[in-house]
């Protein structure tokens, strides 16, 4: 060992991050000279964070501080090493797969790390039922008819893909609107072998095989629809013209089998849908388990959501599909009604001049006004009103504020009566509060002395962005976003 040597640090902390490759700026001299640093010796304090080499490179491994120390001689120098992990993520082709017993179908997840792609991915996929649908490497093989999950792990991070076996069915069967081979949501009727929808938010779910879906329907004005597509979260906004019409609602789609769900998503209009049209169908899976029903008004119809400050109603500016409930359905993926009318009170005469939501409630729709079947039986209600209550004792209820608590405590009873095991949710204040109104809502939730109703159980601010002083968009999507979330605490069997 030479006589004389040295050895020192121009730096002594260093930040990095995970695969990334550092050398410590070591002054190493011999005899006066640069010395060569390979005859040092390295170590890490900790391997599981950072490593280092015989040449004294440093690497990154995960988060967490490492000590990398030096040495020759009697001379040891220290470095602190502080490693960041890059965020790392990981993207499927598709969230949703519907194929035909026996064909296969390729998806692809793609991993991350930062920016770039994570070319050296180990990926980890597994079906939850491999009598349903195998996998291999993202070849998805379907097997049997049913649903299954496909599950692709990338380290911590997993992603799951729905994937749904079919089987081929007539254009016959499903234009028996027979629940066996479709999916219908909220409450409908037949006249004439048509399905009618009058409510707000009713829909059917279908599955074709090929590319393109037609309908031929009858609206009696002018209306809305929307076209979600294998479970797509944002749909396809169709104007239906009064009369009868064969609407395009779905094409160009690549060439296989497709999940399509209609929704009307405006109020007060009769829909009559005659048949569907499509190169082939298949089955399509069916609706969950879970059942949400949302009684409401102009709120839970989407009144003017789409418009903006300043701006009137119109039937342009409204839509169900982009309200609080919709959203919250959706997210829960669960079957659902709304039973929804812009203007209507609990029991008082105010905006709707001869209708109540204790009348309504109570038919099939004010089209169909034969007494309903109440044969839904939901596991959650969910009863937004108040709002237009509060406009009446502004108006001509001045005194209406002594009845209001009895009026809503004797619908919430009915509403027990005909759901004897849902959990009622009462709502109230998405257009602001009317202390009044609210006290009587309280009040009456009170009263019922049951555990299973509850008054504004989460959090949510009022909103007036939207069109006509109504809530906006985005206003509804986060109270949707956050009912699904108190949904999912209770204790639903």
């Known amino acids: 060992m030479p006589t ?60 967490g501080t490492a000590n990398i120390t030096a040495s020759y001689g009697d001379q040891t120098v220290t470095a602190t090493v502080t490693v960041k992990m890059r965020a790392r993520n990981l993207v499927l082709s598709q969230e949703f797969v519907g194929v035909l017993k026996g064909a296969n179908v390729n998806v692809t997840a793609t991993a991350y790390v930062g920016k770039n792609k994570d070319k050296e991915a180990q990926l980890v996929w597994e079906s939850e039922d491999p009598s349903v649908a195998t996998v291999d490497n993202g070849k998805i093989t379907a097997v049997g008819s049913g649903e299954t999950k496909i599950t692709v792990a990338y380290g911590t991070i997993k992603k799951t893909l729905q994937v749904f076996v079919a089987t081929p069915i007539t254009a016959e069967n499903v234009n028996s609107f027979d629940e066996e081979y479709i999916n219908v949501y909220g409450r409908s009727y037949f006249t004439n072998d048509q399905l009618n929808f009058d409510h707000a938010a009713n829909a059917v779910e279908l599955g074709i095989v090929g590319t393109s879906l037609s309908v ?36 160009d789609l690549t060439d296989g089998y497709h999940k399509i769900r ?37 709120i839970t119809a989407g009144y003017a959501v789409l418009g903006s400050t300043g701006d009137a109603w119109s039937v342009d500016n409204s839509d169900c599909a982009n309200s609080y409930a919709y959203f919250a359905a959706q997210e829960l993926q669960a079957d659902y009604s709304t039973i929804a009318c812009s203007g209507i009170c609990t029991k008082a005469y105010h905006w709707q001049s001869n209708l109540n939501m204790a009348t309504m409630y109570k038919r099939v729709s004010n089209i169909k006004t034969q007494e309903y079947a109440f044969n839904f039986n939901p596991d959650v209600v969910v009863l937004n009103l108040g709002t237009n209550e509060a406009s009446y004792l502004s108006g001509n209820g001045a005194n209406y504020g002594d009845i209001f608590p009895n009026d809503y405590q004797e619908f919430l009873t009915y509403l027990r009566q005909k759901n004897p095991n849902a959990y009622i949710i009462c709502l109230y204040g998405m257009m602001g509060k009317n202390s009044v109104i609210e006290s009587g809502i309280t009040t009456a939730v009170k009263n019922m002395n049951d555990e299973k109703i509850v008054y ?29 979330q108190y949904i999912q605490t209770l204790n639903i069997q």
């Open 4 to 63: 004389e040597y040295s050895l020192s640090l121009y730096k002594t902390s260093y930040s990095i991050v995970d695969g990334q490759e550092i050398a410590l700026s070591l002054v190493f001299t011999v005899d006066g000279k640069a010395g060569d640093l390979t005859l040092l010796t390295y170590e890490s304090s900790n391997n599981s964070v950072a490593t280092v080499g015989t040449d004294g490179m440093v690497t990154g491994v995960s988060a």
């Open 216 to 251: 031929n329907l009858s609206s009696s004005a002018k209306t809305y629809m929307q076209v979600f597509v294998d479970g797509a979260t944002t749909g396809t906004r169709l104007e239906i013209s009064s009369g009868t019409k064969k609407y395009t609602v779905a094409e």
């Open 262 to 298: 209609i929704v009307k998503a405006t109020e007060d209009q009769n829909w009559r849908i005659n048949s569907f049209e499509a190169t082939a169908f298949a089955t399509v899976a069916e609706k969950s388990d879970l059942k949400i029903e949302f009684i409401g008004d102009s």
């Open 456 to 484: 504004n159980p989460f959090q949510f601010d009022a909103n007036t962005l939207g069109g006509a002083g109504h809530p906006s968009v985005s206003a509804q999507k986060i109270w949707g976003n956050a009912l699904a």
